[in-house]
C-alpha cells in the first residue's frame, strides 16, 4: 500500500509538468517551395501569314513542339520547333498561294501569375509571356513561282528555299489538369523579312499563331518544408508575497529595473540599416552609456513570405550583426553585446514588413 501511495502521487506530480511543456512549445508550418524543373510542350492550331488578302483566305495550319527549363518561379528557357504552312495572296484576280516552312525558336518565359500573385503550385490558371528570337527555313514555293510565271510581278520571289532570322513574343496559359500535367493555350506574333511571302511590301512581314495543347512538367515541381518547432520567450515566474510579520520592519526600497527597447526596420532582402534608422541606434549607444552596468541583447529576424528558411536565417543573422557592429563604433564594448537571430521560425510582428527587423532590449 505503501509503494502505491508514493506512485500515484509521482504519476500525479508529472501531469501538469507534461501540461506545461506541451503548452508553452510553438509551431511555425512548413513553407512550399519551388523546385527548379524541366517540361515540355506539344501545341497544334492555326496560323495567319498578313497580306493581301482576306482574313480567312490567309489562315493555314500550324504546331509547334518545345522543351524548356523552369529556372525559378517567374524565369524559364525553351528552345523547339514550330512551322507547317504559310500563305499568300495578290491582290489582283484574288490569287492565293501556299507554302512551308520550319521554324527554329528560342525563348526567354515570365510566369506572369507568379510574379503578380505569388508562388503557388495548387493554382489552376497559371499565365506567362515570352520573348524570343528564331531562324525560319522556308520552302516548296511552287505555286508562287507558277503564279509569277503568269505575269504577276512577285519582286521577292524565291524558289528553292529561303533564310529568314526571327524576332517573336507572346502570351500563354497553362490550366492545371494534375501536378505535372497542364492544358495549354498560347497566342504568338512573328516578325520576318520583307521577303517571306515572295511579295515586296516596303515593311516587313508578320506571322500569327494560335495555338493549343499540352505542357507536361517532369519531377517534382515543388516541396513542403518541415514545421519549426522552438520554445517562446519564457515568462518570468510569479512573485509570491510574503505574509506580514508581527514586528513591523521599515519598507524595502524597491528598485525598478531600467531598461530600453528599439526595434530597426530594415528593408526586404537587405540588411544596410537606412539612414531613418540609425537614430534608434544613436539612442540605444547613449543609454548604455548613463547606464554602465546594462548589457544589449540584439536578435534579427527575416519575414517568412519571402526568401526560403536558408536565406532567411542568414539574412536575419547580418541585420544583428549590423546593429551590433554600429553599437561598438559608438564606443559600446562587445562584452556588454549578446547577438542572436531568428531567420523566420518566430514572427514577432503581425505583418510581413515589420518582420524584417532587429529587436535591441538594453537591461
Given at each position: 500500500m505503501h509503494w502505491n501511495n508514493l506512485l500515484t502521487a509521482f504519476v500525479i506530480g508529472l501531469i501538469p509538468i507534461s501540461a506545461y511543456s506541451q503548452a508553452t512549445q510553438s509551431t511555425t508550418e512548413g513553407k512550399t517551395e519551388f523546385v527548379p524543373h524541366w517540361f515540355m510542350?506539344?501545341?497544334?492550331?492555326?496560323?495567319?501569314?498578313?497580306?493581301?488578302?482576306?482574313?480567312?483566305?490567309?489562315?493555314?495550319?500550324?504546331?509547334?513542339?518545345?522543351?524548356?527549363?523552369?529556372?525559378?518561379?517567374?524565369?524559364?528557357?525553351?528552345?523547339?520547333?514550330?512551322?507547317?504552312?504559310?500563305?499568300?495572296?495578290?491582290?489582283?484576280?484574288?490569287?492565293?498561294?501556299?507554302?512551308?516552312?520550319?521554324?527554329?525558336?528560342?525563348?526567354?518565359?515570365?510566369?506572369?501569375?507568379?510574379?503578380?500573385?505569388?508562388?503557388?503550385?495548387?493554382?489552376?490558371?497559371?499565365?506567362?509571356?515570352?520573348?524570343?528570337?528564331?531562324?525560319?527555313?522556308?520552302?516548296?514555293?511552287?505555286?508562287?513561282?507558277?503564279?509569277?510565271?503568269?505575269?504577276?510581278?512577285?519582286?521577292?520571289?524565291?524558289?528553292?528555299?529561303?533564310?529568314?532570322?526571327?524576332?517573336?513574343?507572346?502570351?500563354?496559359?497553362?490550366?492545371?489538369?494534375?501536378?505535372?500535367?497542364?492544358?495549354?493555350?498560347?497566342?504568338?506574333?512573328?516578325?520576318?523579312?520583307?521577303?517571306?511571302?515572295?511579295?515586296?511590301?516596303?515593311?516587313?512581314?508578320?506571322?500569327?499563331?494560335?495555338?493549343?495543347?499540352?505542357?507536361?512538367?517532369?519531377?517534382?515541381?515543388?516541396?513542403?518544408?518541415?514545421?519549426?518547432?522552438?520554445?517562446?520567450?519564457?515568462q518570468p515566474a510569479p512573485v509570491v508575497k510574503e505574509e506580514p510579520k508581527p514586528v513591523q520592519q521599515p519598507a524595502p526600497v524597491k528598485q525598478e529595473k531600467i531598461n530600453l527597447t528599439e526595434n530597426v526596420f530594415f528593408t526586404i532582402n537587405s540588411s544596410k540599416i537606412r539612414t531613418a534608422e540609425e537614430q534608434k541606434i544613436e539612442k540605444l549607444a547613449e543609454f548604455m552609456k548613463n547606464h554602465a552596468d546594462c548589457k544589449v541583447t540584439i536578435c534579427g529576424y527575416a519575414d517568412k513570405q519571402t526568401g526560403n528558411a536558408n536565406i532567411n536565417m542568414n539574412l536575419s543573422k547580418k541585420r544583428a550583426e549590423a546593429v551590433a557592429a554600429q553599437l561598438k563604433e559608438k564606443g559600446i564594448d562587445s562584452q556588454r553585446i549578446t547577438v542572436d537571430y531568428k531567420g523566420d521560425t518566430v514572427q514577432p510582428f503581425s505583418t510581413a514588413e515589420e518582420n524584417r527587423v532587429t529587436i535591441c532590449i538594453a537591461e
Open positions: 510542350q506539344v501545341q497544334a492550331g492555326a496560323a495567319h501569314t498578313r497580306g493581301e488578302a482576306k482574313f480567312g483566305d490567309l489562315i493555314s495550319p500550324a504546331g509547334a513542339i518545345y522543351g524548356g527549363y523552369q529556372f525559378t518561379p517567374l524565369w524559364g528557357l525553351r528552345a523547339g520547333i514550330s512551322g507547317w504552312q504559310a500563305k499568300g495572296g495578290w491582290a489582283a484576280g484574288n490569287q492565293h498561294y501556299k507554302y512551308n516552312y520550319l521554324q527554329g525558336n528560342v525563348d526567354a518565359t515570365l510566369d506572369l501569375s507568379n510574379l503578380f500573385c505569388h508562388y503557388n503550385p495548387d493554382r489552376f490558371f497559371n499565365a506567362y509571356m515570352f520573348v524570343g528570337v528564331g531562324l525560319n527555313g522556308a520552302f516548296n514555293n511552287d505555286e508562287a513561282v507558277a503564279l509569277a510565271n503568269k505575269g504577276y510581278d512577285l519582286r521577292y520571289l524565291w524558289t528553292d528555299n529561303k533564310i529568314s532570322p526571327v524576332g517573336r513574343a507572346g502570351l500563354g496559359t497553362n490550366l492545371r489538369l494534375t501536378s505535372n500535367l497542364f492544358f495549354n493555350i498560347e497566342v504568338n506574333a512573328n516578325v520576318l523579312s520583307d521577303k517571306f511571302n515572295s511579295k515586296k511590301a516596303g515593311n516587313a512581314d508578320w506571322q500569327f499563331n494560335a495555338l493549343a495543347g499540352f505542357t507536361i512538367k517532369f519531377g517534382k515541381t515543388s516541396r513542403k518544408t518541415e514545421p519549426v518547432y522552438y520554445e517562446p520567450t519564457p
